[in-house]
């Protein structure tokens, strides 16, 4: 005989809208606590395809589906069961459905799935050679898309999908592929007044400079980004003289020579450090940094810097300098 749990489950599918409704609300409110979690895990190989269908339905089925598969993709053998069964695939299919009302939760379930490697790889695309790479891709526009001044835009959580697929050599390369220029939309959108869409760009690029030692040159292919990005955060608060800025390049120069807003985020300041060192570990990468006056600015930003951690970030990025050699502008002969 069915349990409670087996029958609400069951109804889920049941060919009346007004009983589907009043089920998965139910099932939405049982994913809010650990018990509930628990017992609908029980019950997975039933209750996730149920949900999956119920996202291509109308908003009040819809909805109450997409939270409760939000919640579950916090479980990591959930989030593995949903990626098996092509859950990726359909939050992809419903989110650019034009009538689809639930974007910011779709968005927020491919965070969860591609926190595993599985998921990434699914998001990805990496066994389909001709599709590969089509979903970043429009997560990608829409990400680059979004306006600046929105508050709260539904796709910002797309930098947190960005830097999970960037932990994987398949997203990085896809990211720093020049034909697809897609790092280059992306690094874009440093400058964004949300803190969400700043973590996902800045941790992204980060992820993306682990491919130094093999890409460096796509990755200064867009060094007229490149470089404002990376140095700004950590250029600290001073209005640079003209002497330092006549050596930098126009984009970077004048923005250093007025008043800025300061980059609060320590997060931030450090993984720009990061990014920062992995580049210059190549000897290419030092030419390049030094080309933009990169140690004088990293000198003024030291100076400013309060924070102990970012200290340390700064500290083991001049460290590697000293060590390499490049406390000392390259010659003319090395540079050509």
């Not at 896809?174 to 700043?198: M, V, Y």
Request: charged fraction near 25%; charge should be negative.
């Amino acid at each position: 005989m069915a349990t409670e749990l087996e029958e609400l489950v069951g109804f889920l599918s049941s060919p009346s809208p007004q009983i589907t409704k009043v089920a998965v609300d139910i099932v939405r409110g049982l994913t809010g606590s650990d018990d509930g979690l628990q017992s609908l895990a029980n019950h997975a190989k039933t209750v996730l395809p149920s949900l999956s269908r119920l996202l291509s339905g109308p908003k009040e089925v819809s909805e109450p589906a997409a939270e409760a598969l939000v919640n579950l993709s916090q479980n990591s053998n959930l989030a593995a069961e949903m990626v098996r069964i092509g859950m990726i695939k359909t939050a992809m299919d419903v989110l650019y459905k034009p009538e689809s009302s639930i974007t910011r939760l779709l968005v927020m379930l491919l965070v969860n799935l591609t926190q595993l490697d599985a998921g990434s790889a699914s998001l990805l695309q990496t066994e389909d050679e001709k599709m590969h790479g089509l979903y970043v891709m429009k997560l990608v526009r829409s990400f680059c898309r979004a306006t600046n001044d929105s508050h709260d835009d539904p796709f910002d959580h797309v930098g947190s999908i960005l830097v999970n697929i960037s932990k994987q050599q398949a997203g990085r390369k896809l990211l720093l592929d020049p034909k697809r220029g897609l790092l280059k939309q992306i690094i874009r959108q440093f400058d964004s007044n949300s803190s969400l869409r700043k973590k996902g760009v800045f941790g992204t690029l980060r992820n993306c400079c682990f491919e130094a030692e093999n890409q460096l040159q796509n990755l200064l292919l867009i060094s007229e980004f490149l470089w404002p990005a990376l140095l700004l955060p950590v250029a600290g608060n001073k209005i640079y003289n003209e002497q330092d800025t006549s050596k930098m390049p126009l984009e970077l120069g004048t923005a250093l020579s007025i008043e800025r807003e300061p980059i609060n985020d320590a997060e931030i300041r450090i993984q720009a450090l990061e990014a920062i060192y992995l580049i210059v570990l190549q000897e290419s990468g030092r030419r390049a940094f030094w080309s933009v006056n990169g140690p004088r600015i990293i000198q003024i930003g030291y100076e400013d810097e309060e924070d102990p951690k970012v200290m340390e970030a700064y500290e083991q990025l001049g460290s590697m300098l000293i060590h390499s050699g490049g406390t000392e502008e390259p010659s003319d002969e090395t540079t050509k």
